[in-house]
């Protein structure tokens, strides 16, 4: 590689990792709209203190755990300039951490919709840690450095690897089933169901920032995907407008199953989003907007499923747009990318369910062991008086509108 080359590499995978990290100013928001007025600064002191807690514990262990490299060397060999294998030129492997960063932060980021309003603060910061140091990039590990034979088992069985290409499964579906047990530990909200189990919903603060949260995300979401080919010479343009179409197609199927409710109009653009994630590099754009319709159709169908049904308070539906949609990509990537329906071929359904029916299920038992064991020993939620409160006053002392308040 001359120079340049690198150069161009190091440039566009930083552009990615800033792209992904401006998306959780979206996940921030996306929580400050929908959760209720007293609970707005917690969702945005979570997000930016688990993005921190998430980088500390990610340099130090996850990423070791997921692809074997640690950083206890002097700077000179960080940066590459002594021209070793594992720390490549001009820095090139610290800006492939930083964007990797990105994604292993979203796991609490996309955790924390589910658990609002009435989740203590210090334990989340505890699971946080320990998700990202551990629990995500053993399986990121196992898929996306084919850890263990992962990847060599799921070739030899079904005639190719586990295909996820920007992390359906891997950020995904990981993220929303290790909330589903979060949530269910935690259980609902004060009054959000009557004691004869009747649904009593809660309205959003403000369809303004739940819409500005969507947005950033919808952004940030082509350096999530198109940057996950890490190099100038892998991008492509399939890869962008495989999402484009996901994404447009999430939303028209949202708007009309879901009677042109915002939230579920916003939050549609970003189930098409997850679902082409796996295969976004393999899909024929018609069949990305397939994806991406059908994946309107999971969530909110799934969204009102969670909630009304089964009674499992998860806030801003995390479980069935992650969890859910995660799972779906997971599996279309097996059928849509196959060259029989327009796709570039080169995956196999087996191995795309086998390894995303894996990944979930990996996820959801981690997330019972995770918070349960701190359920037991730090307690996961707020008294009764500090929830009816806010999570505003009673954890961070202070509101979303302070002098307004103050009057």
């Not at 992390?167 to 004869?196: D, E, F, Q």
Request: with cysteine; charged share 10%; net charge negative.
């Amino acid at each position: 590689m001359d120079q340049s080359q690198i150069g161009g590499d190091v440039f566009f995978v930083l552009m990615g990792a800033i792209l992904v990290f401006a998306m959780h100013g979206g996940f921030a928001f996306l929580e400050v709209g929908t959760v209720r007025h007293k609970n707005q600064v917690n969702a945005l002191v979570k997000i930016l203190g688990d993005f921190a807690l998430s980088t500390i514990s990610y340099f130090f262990i996850g990423f070791a755990v997921a692809y074997g490299v640690t950083f206890f060397v002097n700077a000179a060999t960080l940066s590459g300039a002594n021209g070793g294998e594992v720390f490549l030129p001009q820095g090139f492997t610290l800006v492939k951490f930083f964007f990797l960063t990105t994604f292993a932060a979203a796991i609490p980021a996309i955790i924390s919709g589910g658990i609002a309003e009435r989740m203590r603060f210090q334990p989340q910061c505890v699971a946080t840690v320990i998700l990202v140091g551990l629990v995500y990039p053993f399986f990121e590990g196992m898929v996306w450095n084919g850890n263990f034979g992962f990847q060599d088992a799921m070739e030899s069985a079904f005639g190719a690897p586990f295909h996820d290409f920007a992390g359906s499964i891997v950020v995904h579906a990981v993220g929303g089933w290790i909330a589903l047990p979060a949530v269910i530990l935690l259980g609902a909200r004060l009054g959000r169901y009557t004691k004869s189990g009747k649904s009593h919903p809660f309205a959003p603060s403000s369809i303004p920032w739940l819409a500005l949260g969507s947005w950033l995300l919808c952004i940030g979401w082509f350096g999530f995907n198109v940057m996950s080919a890490q190099s100038v010479g892998g991008a492509s343009g399939l890869v962008a407008l495989n999402s484009l179409m996901a994404m447009v197609g999430g939303i028209v199927t949202a708007l009309l199953v879901g009677k042109n409710d915002p939230g579920f109009v916003h939050n549609g653009a970003l189930a098409g989003l997850v679902a082409v994630c796996a295969g976004s590099d393999v899909f024929h754009p018609i069949g990305a907007l397939a994806v991406g319709c059908i994946a309107g159709f999971i969530f909110v169908k799934g969204f009102s499923w969670c909630q009304e049904k089964l009674k499992v308070d998860d806030v801003l539906g995390v479980w069935p747009l992650h969890g859910l949609c995660g799972l779906w990509g997971g599996i279309a990537c097996g059928i849509f990318g196959l060259e029989a329906l327009g796709g570039l071929g080169g995956v196999s359904f087996g191995a795309q369910l086998v390894g995303s029916v894996a990944g979930a299920a990996y996820a959801a038992i981690a997330g019972f062991v995770v918070y349960g064991l701190l359920d037991k020993t730090l307690g996961l939620r707020l008294v009764e008086e500090e929830e009816l409160r806010g999570a505003d006053l009673s954890i961070h002392k202070i509101g979303a509108n302070p002098e307004a308040e103050i009057l």
